[in-house]
């Protein structure tokens, strides 16, 4: 991995940071996987919920992962940010710009859009006046998909996007800094 200035490129920061770490994880994955397949799954049923296992921890450290780079970025940046808050509704985003009691941006974070992107809109009604973003490295965002989004007023930002109306993540953390400036 070559050293590169984080606020030079952020998309690039989060996009080789995380393909770093899915193939560290799948390579080490692999070996453990290895030594459990030829000892512990004698049966269907033992097999079926080993995989079920391996691919909800690979689900859930995916998740961790991208959030921690994001995380990361928000510090040298410098966005006041609070991970993980409790809201009034009772829902629990990912971050909350600057913080609870005077928010001005809520952020989640899915590695993929399959159809957990829809508890997103739970938490983006709980607040009025308030900014929502999706960040995910997701790239296949249906037009459906981005209608619904911007119906629900929530903007998703991807690293790099193809389409250009799409935040990238370096314009997501300027907008979040000059917000703040506000």
């Known amino acids: 991995l070559k050293r590169f200035n984080i606020k030079e ?4 920061f989060v996009e ?9 994880y ?7 996987l290895r030594e459990i397949l030829k000892v512990d799954v004698n049966t269907p049923e033992e097999f079926i919920k080993l995989a079920h296992s391996v691919l909800n921890a690979r689900r859930s450290r995916a998740g961790n992962v991208l959030e921690n780079l994001i995380e990361i970025l928000f510090q ?11 809201l009034p509704s009772g829902s629990s985003p990912d971050f909350v710009v600057p913080d609870v009691e005077k928010p001005r ?12 992107w829809r508890q997103i809109f739970q938490e ?4 009025s006046d308030v900014e929502h973003f999706l960040i995910t490295c997701d790239r296949n965002l249906s037009e459906k998909l981005l209608s619904s989004l911007k119906a ?6 991807v690293p790099r996007p193809s389409d250009e109306s799409i935040f990238t993540i ?8 000059n917000k703040l400036k506000e």
């Open 16 to 24: 080789l940071c995380f393909s770093l770490c899915e193939k560290v």
């Open 9 to 12: 490129d952020p998309d690039r």
């Open 26 to 32: 799948v390579a080490l994955e692999y070996q453990y």
């Open 124 to 127: 983006a009604s709980s607040l």
């Open 170 to 177: 370096a314009d997501l953390l300027e907008h979040l800094k």
């Open 76 to 86: 040298e940046y410098k966005i006041i940010y609070v991970r993980k808050p409790r």
């Open 105 to 116: 941006a809520v952020i989640s974070v899915k590695t993929t859009l399959k159809e957990r």
């Open 152 to 157: 629900a007023e929530i903007r998703p930002v």
